[in-house]
């Protein structure tokens, strides 16, 4: 349920209001923008006298969310919400461009690529150091070992990082991390999430392979009920019946998530795709759509990548696809 309030309403008024209506065993998160302030009111709301509440000076108007995400909606929260990573913003018109190979593998490597993404205008750094394989065969990353060379590319560049977290038990090792990623395997590990929700970093939330928007911003409800509002959402693909790439991008999502929610939401046209010579459209396209960011995995080179060679793309192709993207966003302002 959401108590709009009333222009002019004292902060007094307001918090006599609040302190109401925790009384009736709620939690009540404010939303204050400069026309409209709004009270979401969390908990068991079936006890409320809608009538009541709205029939009091200050209120303009009661409603009840009816989906049963409630933090994450934009009905709770009216303004888009800012991202603060480091010096960088995410949200709200500020525009994330995150880059970097799909796994850190040595220390040349990652500060190379850094530097690279760096000089073509990305702001953010990501890379993998915990991989969720298909295989277990395949490379898994370089675990901790990987997130100290991030922190050596980060501290040789100034952009801030982004890996990914598979396991809770090593949460110690992402404190200088800026981003922790929740891949799209894990989209849905609810004890995650709500470990997660008890840190105040920003978590970049990925869609699961064959999870719907719902159920996308019910896990970032998982985060945010916990107390951690700065959560970003991330579209990467999900699976359908076409085979020809790794994934189908849905580009509706960008829309769909703005409307339904605050969060910023940012969109992974390499996983989408799996192939490089998609990656630049498909950015093109998200950057069109009105994404809030996206992230791209470059590799200095792809050939001898040991994760994702084939959909990951060069330091050159990446400052072309950064030019472009920047080129659209100017022409939507
Ligand atoms: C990744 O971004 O490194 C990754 C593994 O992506 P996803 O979880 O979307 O597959
Ligand atoms: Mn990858």
Redesign the pocket.
């Known amino acids: 349920m959401i108590a709009i309030l009333k222009h002019g309403t004292t902060p007094a008024q307001t918090q006599h209001l609040i302190d109401w209506l925790k009384n009736m065993n709620l939690d009540v998160h404010i939303s204050e923008g400069q026309e409209v302030t709004v009270l979401g009111l969390i908990g068991d709301t079936s006890r409320v006298d809608m009538e009541l509440l709205g029939s009091l000076d200050i209120v303009e108007s009661v409603k009840r969310v009816s989906e049963p995400f409630k933090q994450v909606n934009r009905k709770f929260h009216p303004l888009d919400t800012v991202v603060q990573v480091s010096d960088a913003k995410i949200g709200g018109g500020h525009f994330a461009m995150i880059a970097g190979p799909?796994?850190v593998e040595s220390e040349e490597q990652i500060i190379e690529v850094a530097a690279a993404v760096k000089a073509a205008g990305a702001n953010l750094l990501?890379g993998?150091a915990f991989?969720?394989r298909t295989s277990p065969y395949a490379f898994q990353g370089m675990k901790g070992a990987g997130i100290e060379l991030l922190i050596k590319a980060k501290a040789a560049t100034g952009l801030p990082i982004v890996t990914?977290i598979m396991n809770i038990s090593t949460l110690d090792l992402f404190a200088d991390v800026d981003v922790i990623?929740?891949?799209?395997?894990?989209?849905q590990n609810f004890d995650l999430l709500k470990e997660l929700g008890k840190t105040q970093k920003p978590i970049l939330l990925?869609?699961g392979?064959a999870n719907t928007l719902q159920e996308l911003l019910m896990s970032a409800e998982y985060i945010m009920s916990e107390g951690n509002e700065n959560v970003m959402l991330?579209e990467?693909?999900i699976r359908t019946f076409e085979t020809y790439t790794r994934?189908t991008l849905d580009l509706s999502a960008i829309s769909v998530l703005q409307e339904l929610s605050h969060l910023p939401v940012i969109v992974?046209p390499?996983?989408?795709t799996g192939k490089a010579k998609l990656v630049p459209p498909m950015a093109y396209a998200a950057a069109a759509a009105g994404a809030d960011g996206i992230?791209v995995?470059v590799h200095n080179n792809p050939a001898c990548a040991l994760?994702?060679g084939a959909q990951s793309l060069t330091p050159v192709q990446f400052a072309e696809l950064n030019k472009k993207v920047q080129q659209i966003r100017e022409v939507l302002k």
Do not use: F, I
Request: glycine share 10%.
């Open positions: 799909c796994s990501r993998g991989k969720p990914e990623q929740v891949g799209a395997r894990n989209m990925k869609r392979l991330c990467r693909g994934n992974d390499s996983h989408a992230m995995e994760c994702d």
